[in-house]
């Protein structure tokens, strides 16, 4: 019964949910994060509440991280990258960095679950003023306000009376190279905007959206409940510049619901930036020479109906290292690759002892 | 070592994939299905191909069918439903009624996977004219056609010239009662879309939406592909009315983009139709007593962070039993269940041996 434990790489949402099933399956886990802390980015980013129950996200992902901190299948290693690999599992040589330096494991399978990164809207494009403009932020900046309860105007301090969302910064844009949809950015901004509405009340809100993909229940849990119970206002509309005048950032476009140009003032404007193959994923990926698919994340094999297996026995993929993905997916794929793992592991042990 | 059998209710999509993963575990597994055939929508309603890859869906759907019948740790009940249920997991008495009677079995788990049923068209509002126009199809029936690549006009038999789709039919619709977003019509009337204009090259196809919610890689795979390779044309309307003139079918509305009336003669209607909680979804419910969420479908605990657990200790759900599922969500949520239903049974084993 004896075997390499799995190797999770990656502590954020899949990556725990990976090793914490994994480890209830009976298996010994070796779980990496290159952070000093696990969590990934709900934590590192320091969201506010998860999308769309709202629950606090510190909360949430504590019990996560409780749980597997709490199994003593699991060896967790934080501070630590995998920087080089040879073999094959079940016994796949696997050099650590770590704090105290290189160690060598042997891992019986891996589960990559090395997430995404938020798309930097001032590094392709200068459009939305990001670098330029104190007022002009992130849903990753808005969210670090929302939690510490202290949402304002950068330049001033004071709470805004006007802000407005721009979704599909970085997403669906053939132009930088990100042709895909971010899948999360429509529900979030609805999520932040309806935290705004609650914390500033006198804040008006806008969205200007392409389409609004609130999916599945987000589309009453979320969508209709900002607009009908916190007054949200969605703008069908396209964003071609933003400037500054006098105190107040400038967005002007067209709302193409109403066929006309828009030149609105806001205190804030939230760009709503899309997801990436995160530097840990590509990196991940090269030490182990997994393919990644046409966008940079991780391949998988089989279409919709094999999630988690990659082209290379015996390792496997969840959450946002394989493609855009909410939490649900995240945490959905890392359960199936727990599972996968574990029956690799099965057979490969059958196999030893046919 | 002995366990009662993880009972997996559905031999869909999510169910054949919780039936293998427990089974590849190493733990038996009963797997019922009420239909006299495995393989759930994609095949009982003759689903051309799957999205986004295209995949024969008989081909696909065959492999995880094969599987499941070849693995001896899976016994296979179809033509079989669940009539009683009695005492608690791990030791479940549960009544099952098939083509020889009712017969009592012991369960040491359950996994619902009772998917989904399409919205009719005709039920409950009477602005598409399904039942009164041969040439208004839902999604169902487009693939049907596209199975048997015999794609024509009901009423004539000819091929069509030009032929819309209409999206959100029982979907985001609060006067009939269906809230959510069915998730995955914009993706499958994409898919269709292509199929059409590769089966019938001359045939116009429009497709009437309110928000394109061609989520993650479907919106380059599929959506964009639909446009640029295909000349799929979309326009963002609402559809008010559909009436008949002459042969053709009328359809009236509002092009929301250029804010002006449309009114269009089609060959052919296609009505996107949404997923409702099947009737397999309440009666297993009712059966097992487990709680149904707002929407009707079957209640999970733990917000986005546990996709698959229910309320009741030793019931788990998988797939579009929980909600709109897409092909990937349903897998990696019954693969999620397999690993959840394994622990369950491993964690009762160990507090009985204690």
């Known amino acids: 019964m004896e075997h390499n434990p799995i190797l999770v790489v990656g502590g954020g949402p899949a990556g725990l949910e990976a090793a914490r099933g994994a480890a209830e399956l009976g298996y010994r886990v070796l779980l990496v994060d290159k952070a000093p802390r696990l969590g990934g980015n709900p934590i590192l980013s320091q969201y506010a509440a998860l999308t769309p129950h709202m629950e606090n996200a510190e909360v949430a992902m504590g019990r996560m991280i409780d749980a597997v901190r709490g199994n003593p299948l699991i060896d967790v290693r934080t501070s630590t990258t995998v920087s080089a690999a040879g073999g094959a599992p079940p016994a796949l040589s696997v050099t650590l960095k770590g704090p105290k330096g290189e160690e060598k494991v042997e891992a019986g399978a891996v589960i990559v679950c090395t997430g995404f990164q938020h798309f930097d809207p001032g590094r392709e494009t200068q459009i939305y003023g990001y670098y330029e403009f104190d007022d002009v932020i ?28 721009i979704q599909c910064v970085g997403s669906r844009d053939r132009q930088i190279g990100n042709t895909w949809c971010s899948k999360v950015c ?22 200007f959206y392409i389409d609004m993909r609130t999916y599945g229940f987000w589309e009453d849990q979320i969508y209709w409940k900002a607009q009908e119970e916190h007054h949200v206002s969605f703008i069908r509309g396209i964003v071609t510049e933003i400037t500054r005048r006098g105190d107040t950032v400038v967005v002007k476009g067209e709302d193409t619901t109403m066929g006309r140009p828009v030149e609105v003032a806001m205190d804030v404007v939230v760009l709503s930036v899309g997801m990436e193959p995160s530097e840990g994923t590509i990196q991940t990926a090269k030490v182990f020479g997994m393919p990644l698919e046409s966008h940079g994340f991780i391949e998988t094999v089989g279409g919709p109906l094999n999630t988690v297996e990659t082209p290379k026995p015996g390792f496997f993929a969840a959450g946002a290292a394989t493609g855009p993905a909410d939490l649900e997916d995240s945490i959905s794929s890392a359960g199936a690759a727990a599972m996968k793992a574990a029956v690799f592991l099965r ?5 030893t002892a046919a």
Do not use: H, W, Y
């Not at 309860?149 to 709470?159: A, I, L, Y």
């Not at 609805?190 to 809100?205: L, N």
């Not at 057979?347 to 196999?351: C, G």
């Open 138 to 165: 992130t849903l990753v900046d808005a969210e670090r306000m929302l939690k510490a309860k202290n949402f304002v105007r950068p330049s001033t301090g004071q709470p805004p009376k006007r802000l407005c969302f």
């Open 186 to 207: 429509c529900g979030i901004a609805c999520k932040e905007a309806i935290e705004i509405r609650e914390q500033v009340p006198g804040c008006q809100v806008f969205v």
């Open 347 to 351: 057979k490969s042990r059958i196999a």
